[in-house]
């Protein structure tokens, strides 16, 4: 019964290697992100969908690519494994992406995906 | 940009108050949200501000003030399990489209 699941929770991998991160979420939401964690905890978000559609794609190398098959699932590609990309993926969904002074949009994480590469 | 600034670590004694400020960047702001981590755990939802003035949820209580572009998250009674990682994000709007921007997290270290 978790709201946000992703797999796998580790992932140890070897350069230029290529792996995928699968997220799932049973709450009904609209919208669905990726965020990266670096060593130093900085959150960043990579992209966001709403219903599928992307809406957020920010700064990231194309070696990186979501994919949305249906607006309870964002799942994670990346081709080329570097080494600056060891960090903690996090999946994060909304109920919409509506704008609201009077209410917060929450987002609801997943546990993360802690990628190594070696 | 947007960009929030705050502190990078705080201590303080248990069931002491601790109050941790954050500061934005006003360019398509619409409020101000506090998230909590503790290590090896995801982001969990503390509160919100969209509009000026307090918000009170049990032992923590957020504020915001618009024209001094400016947040806290007062932590009250403070106890052990409130030692983790606290990040204020800011609610932009731009180009149609909504973006949560986080700041870089305050550790809280919490001592007996």
């Known amino acids: 019964d978790t709201a946000v699941s992703q797999t796998p929770k580790y992932l140890v991998t070897q350069m230029g290697n290529d792996k995928s991160i699968k997220c799932e979420q049973n709450?009904?939401?609209?919208?669905m992100y990726w965020y990266k964690q670096d060593s130093k905890k900085f959150l960043k978000i990579m992209f966001s969908?709403?219903?599928?559609?992307?809406?957020i794609n920010e700064t990231v190398p194309n070696r990186f690519s979501p994919k949305s098959p249906d607006k309870a699932h964002l799942n994670l590609h990346i081709n080329s494994l570097e080494l600056g990309d060891s960090a903690v993926y996090f999946c994060a969904s909304s109920q919409d992406r509506r704008l609201s002074r009077a209410g917060a949009n929450v987002l609801t994480f997943g546990a993360g995906s802690r990628l190594t590469v070696l | 940009g947007q960009s929030l600034e705050q502190p990078s670590e705080v201590t303080a004694v248990e069931g002491a108050i601790v109050q941790i400020n954050c500061t934005y960047q006003t360019s398509g702001f619409y409020g101000l949200s506090w998230y909590q981590q503790h290590d090896g755990g995801a982001p969990t939802f503390l509160s919100y501000n969209g509009l000026d003035g307090l918000e009170e949820t049990g032992r923590f209580s957020s504020f915001l003030s618009r024209s001094d572009s400016y947040g806290y998250l007062l932590l009250q009674e403070l106890q052990m399990k409130d030692s983790a990682s606290y990040f204020c994000?800011?609610?932009?709007?731009?180009?149609?489209?909504?973006?949560?921007?986080f700041g870089k997290g305050t550790k809280l270290s919490v001592i007996p």
């Open positions: 709450l009904g939401h609209d919208t």
């Open positions: 969908y709403n219903n599928k559609e992307l809406i």
């Open positions: 994000a800011g609610s932009y709007s731009g180009a149609g489209s909504y973006q949560l921007t």
